[in-house]
């Protein structure tokens, strides 16, 4: 049975390799196979990439090329072989995978809704990224929904997470958020969040900062008060209460953030790192010491306040809510942009890693 993956050096993420070989047909008891049907490719991966070793992305699914390691992406995929019961081959599963023809897990607490990989490289590492959910099961990942889901959803869902935290911490005294690189889907996800209770008596300011380019495309999403380029921080007023939501990673941007803003910057985070190739630490900057925001941490604080089924329900609602303008029929956010085959995958990948996507437009790939 032929086998493909795309892998990439771990150490300088423009270096690829397509390594083709032979999936091994034979199973270890308790352990499934999967086809991966198909898998959204976003800048969101590239993060993963560029914190593979500090958030231990590149433990998920290990590569025997030394080196090199397999980010992970979401997606489908169907079951082509099977020794768990439970799992019958033919269902299709929606979770973390490889960019890759196939994988084999280990499914653990099999149930009606799905299971948990429980393979031993897996098992020290947070269950957010663990749990694989049944099609079947869930009308949300009915096949029509199934590229909004696996582009966005993952993202949405550090978005509410990251607007959560904000608002459990009253915004840290700020009435001014800023949030960079904001024409990626995970910061204008936060930004969408953030103006769904801007009417209430926490709401605050939403500032997006973005590159010349996507200004149009940012200014038009609706869901910021203000968008500026990334040239023109200067003009933000320096004695305005503020939180840094930085989804960049630039360690420029955040130095010009920290200078400007100075005492007047009552908290900063790191998220993403669009901006892979400026990244930096923070280290002796005016005002607060930037932190790193992970969002399993906040849904793990509010799986205990609220209970295990209060979460999820809060998060469904509000991706109802995101999802109708990001599938408006005259002016929709997201255009979904499909792609088969190695070359497709690698060409994708090129356009994130060089930051030359378009903003509107997200990729759906299968290999």
Same mark, same amino acid.
């Given at each position: 049975m032929n086998s493909v993956e795309f892998i990439v050096n771990r150490g300088n993420l423009r270096e690829t390799r397509v390594v083709e070989g032979n999936a091994d047909t034979t199973l270890a008891d308790g352990a499934v196979r999967l086809?991966?049907?198909?898998?959204?490719?976003?800048?969101?991966?590239?993060?993963?990439?560029?914190?593979?070793?500090?958030?231990?992305?590149?433990d998920f699914f290990p590569c025997p090329v030394e080196g090199f390691g397999r980010i992970p992406v979401w997606g489908f995929a169907d079951v082509e072989a099977s020794t768990v019961e439970g799992v019958a081959v033919g269902e299709r599963f929606y979770g973390y995978y490889p960019m890759s023809?196939?994988?084999?897990? /280990?499914?653990?607490?099999? %149930?009606?809704?799905?299971? @948990?990989?429980?393979?031993?490289?897996?098992?020290? $590492?947070? =269950?957010?990224?663990?749990?694989?959910?049944?099609?079947?099961?869930?009308?949300?990942?009915?096949?029509?929904?199934?590229?909004?889901?696996?582009?966005?959803?993952?993202l949405f869902t550090t978005?509410?997470?990251?607007?959560?935290?904000?608002?459990?911490?009253?915004?840290?005294?700020?009435?001014?958020?800023?949030?960079?690189?904001?024409?990626?889907?995970?910061?204008?996800?936060?930004?969408?969040?953030?103006?769904?209770?801007?009417?209430g008596s926490h709401g605050v300011k939403i500032v997006g900062l973005t590159?010349?380019?996507?200004?149009? /495309?940012?200014?038009?999403? %609706?869901?910021?008060?203000? @968008?500026?380029?990334?040239?023109?921080?200067?003009? $933000?007023? =320096?004695?305005?209460p503020s939180a840094y939501v930085d989804m960049s990673g630039s360690a420029s941007v955040r130095s010009d953030i920290h200078h400007h803003l100075g005492?007047?910057?009552?908290?900063?985070?790191?998220?993403?790192?669009?901006?892979?190739?400026?990244?930096?630490?923070?280290?002796?900057?005016?005002?607060?010491?930037?932190?790193?925001?992970?969002a399993p941490a906040q849904a793990a604080k509010r799986t205990k306040d609220w209970g295990p089924a209060e979460l999820p329900r809060r998060i469904g609602m509000a991706w109802q809510a995101f999802m109708k303008p990001v599938t408006d029929a005259a002016t929709p956010w997201l255009t979904v942009v499909r792609g088969r085959g190695a070359a497709d995958v690698e060409a994708v990948y090129r356009e994130l890693v060089d930051g030359r996507t378009n903003p509107r437009q997200g990729h759906i790939l299968s290999l």
């Open positions: 086809r991966i049907d198909c898998f959204a490719l976003t800048s969101n991966n590239i993060t993963y990439g560029a914190f593979g070793d500090a958030m231990h992305y590149w023809t196939h994988v084999v897990l /280990f499914p653990d607490q099999v %149930g009606k809704s799905g299971f @948990v990989d429980a393979a031993p490289n897996r098992r020290e $590492l947070h =269950a957010l990224y663990n749990r694989y959910s049944r099609c079947s099961a869930d009308a949300g990942l009915a096949r029509e929904h199934e590229a909004q889901t696996a582009l966005l959803r993952p978005s509410f997470l990251i607007d959560d935290f904000l608002a459990d911490n009253d915004f840290f005294g700020a009435t001014t958020i800023i949030l960079s690189s904001a024409s990626s889907k995970t910061a204008y996800g936060t930004a969408f969040c953030l103006r769904q209770r801007a009417g590159s010349p380019s996507n200004l149009a /495309f940012t200014r038009g999403l %609706g869901c910021y008060d203000e @968008v500026i380029s990334y040239d023109v921080i200067a003009s $933000l007023p =320096a004695s305005t005492d007047a910057l009552r908290y900063s985070c790191s998220v993403g790192g669009t901006h892979w190739t400026e990244l930096g630490g923070g280290k002796g900057l005016p005002g607060p010491r930037p932190t790193l925001f992970f």
